[in-house]
C-alpha cells in the first residue's frame, strides 16, 4: 500500500465538472469525509442533457455543505476553456489539489460534435495544466477514461496495455489527456494521476447512458436499441466505489524525485478504476426491467420482450470493457464492489422519487 503523503483538512480543493455525475458525488464526499476543506467547484452547466440534473445536484451539495459547520463551498459558473477564468481562480485560491472531471463525455456525440470535444478535453484540460505550472498544486488528478483501449483483444485492460489505437475522438482526447499530463509531470514536476473509469452509472447519473435513456424510453411504451445484438460486455462501475478511488487517489500523490540525468522523474501514475466484473449487455437489461418493476418505475405487466431491438454494432462502440483492478488494490487496498443489481436498485428508486 502507498502511504497517504496529502491531508485535506484546511485545504483548498479545485473540483471541475462539479455539477457533473461524477464531480457532485465526489465533492458531497469531500464533505463527508473532511471537516476543514474548501472545495471550489467550477462547472459551466452546459446543456449537453437536462440541466435539471446539474441543478439537483448543486442543491444536494448546497445543503450537504451547509450542514458541515467546518467546510467551506463555492459555486462558479464558467469553462474551463478560458484560460483567463481559469488563472485567476488558481492565482485567488492558492489550490492544493485539483480533480479535473470537467469534460465533454460520450462516445457516440464525438461523431457528430468534434468541436466542444476538442474545447472542453483538450484546451481545457491544457489550461488546467498550464495553471497547475504556475500555480504549483500537490497533486492533479483528472479523469481518464476506459475507452482509451479501444477494441483491445486482450481483457482484463491493464495500464501496461498498448493504448495507441483510440476507435472515437472522445476516446483520443483522453490519451491525449494522460500524454499532456506526462509532459507536464516531467517538465514541470506536476503530481499527477489519471483515472481511467469504467461506466460509471447511479442516481441522478447521466441520461445519455444505457441504463438511464433504456429506462426513460421504456416508461414512454417506446423501443430501446441493444446494440452488436447484445453481444457486448460492459464492467459497469457504481458511482460511490468510483468517487471512494477518487478520494484515495487524491491523498496520495506521486512522490517528486530526481532521475540520474539530474532532471526530475515525472511524478506520474495511472489507474483503472472498475469493477473488474463486466456484464453481457442482455444480462443488464435483464436486472434492470426487474429493478425498475420492482421500484414502481414500470407496471408489473410490463412487456420487456415487446420493447426491446436487437440491432448491429454502431461506430465508436467496443464489445467489451474489462477493468484490471490490480494496481488499484495493491496502492490504495481498494477495489470497486458494488453489484449491478444493487447499485441499479438505487438508480430506480432514485429515478421514480425524482420523476414520478
Ligand atoms: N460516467 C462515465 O461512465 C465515465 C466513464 C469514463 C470517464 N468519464 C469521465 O469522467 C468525468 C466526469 O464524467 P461524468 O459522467 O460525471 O460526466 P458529466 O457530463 O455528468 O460531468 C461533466 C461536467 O463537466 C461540465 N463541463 C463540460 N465541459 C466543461 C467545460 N469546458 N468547462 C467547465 N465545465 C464543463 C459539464 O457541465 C458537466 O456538469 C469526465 O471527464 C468523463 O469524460 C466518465
Not at 468510483?242 to 517528486?256: D, F, S, T
Request: some cysteine.
Amino acid at each position: 500500500m502507498l502511504c497517504s503523503n496529502i491531508n485535506l483538512e484546511n485545504k483548498t480543493v479545485l473540483v471541475t465538472g462539479a455539477a457533473g455525475f461524477i464531480g457532485s458525488n465526489l465533492v458531497k464526499a469531500l464533505f463527508n469525509s473532511f471537516n476543514q476543506v474548501t472545495v471550489i467547484g467550477l462547472d459551466n452547466m452546459n446543456d449537453y442533457y437536462d440541466v435539471k440534473l446539474k441543478e439537483f445536484r448543486l442543491n444536494e451539495i448546497e445543503s450537504l455543505s451547509e450542514c458541515k459547520c467546518g467546510a467551506s463551498w463555492q459555486f462558479i459558473k464558467g469553462n474551463i476553456a478560458d484560460k483567463q477564468l481559469v488563472d485567476s481562480l488558481f492565482e485567488k485560491h492558492k489550490f492544493d489539489v485539483v480533480v479535473n472531471l470537467a469534460a465533454q463525455a460520450g462516445v457516440r456525440y464525438s461523431i457528430d460534435h468534434p468541436d466542444t470535444y476538442i474545447e472542453s478535453n483538450i484546451i481545457g484540460f491544457y489550461n488546467i495544466l498550464e495553471a497547475c505550472r504556475h500555480f504549483p498544486v500537490e497533486h492533479l488528478v483528472y479523469a481518464s477514461s476506459s475507452s482509451v483501449y479501444g477494441t483491445n483483444k486482450k481483457i482484463p485492460y491493464s495500464t501496461e496495455d498498448k493504448v495507441d489505437n483510440p476507435v472515437s475522438l472522445y476516446a483520443a482526447t483522453k490519451k491525449s489527456n494522460e500524454l499532456l499530463a506526462h509532459a507536464y509531470s516531467k517538465l514541470y514536476n506536476i503530481p499527477s494521476t489519471g483515472l481511467r473509469f469504467f461506466t460509471v452509472y447511479g442516481p441522478a447519473g447521466r441520461p445519455d447512458m444505457a441504463y438511464f435513456s433504456f429506462t426513460n424510453k421504456l416508461i414512454k411504451g417506446e423501443t430501446i436499441k441493444i446494440f452488436n445484438f447484445g453481444n457486448c460486455k460492459r464492467d459497469f462501475t457504481f458511482v460511490d466505489d468510483i468517487v471512494e478511488g477518487i478520494r484515495r487517489v487524491m491523498l496520495c500523490a506521486p512522490e517528486k524525485k530526481i532521475g540520474e540525468d539530474g532532471l526530475p522523474l515525472p511524478p506520474y501514475r495511472v489507474y483503472n478504476i472498475g469493477n473488474s466484473s463486466p456484464e453481457n449487455l442482455l444480462d443488464f437489461v435483464k436486472i434492470l426491467s426487474e429493478e425498475l418493476l420492482l421500484a414502481g418505475v414500470l407496471p408489473q405487466d410490463f412487456d420487456f420482450d415487446a420493447h426491446k431491438e436487437l440491432v448491429p454494432m454502431q461506430p465508436g462502440d467496443v464489445p467489451v470493457t474489462y477493468a484490471d483492478t490490480s494496481d488499484l488494490e495493491r496502492d490504495f487496498g481498494f477495489k470497486p464492489s458494488v453489484s449491478l443489481r444493487e447499485g441499479l436498485r438505487k438508480f430506480a428508486s432514485w429515478y421514480k422519487e425524482f420523476y414520478m
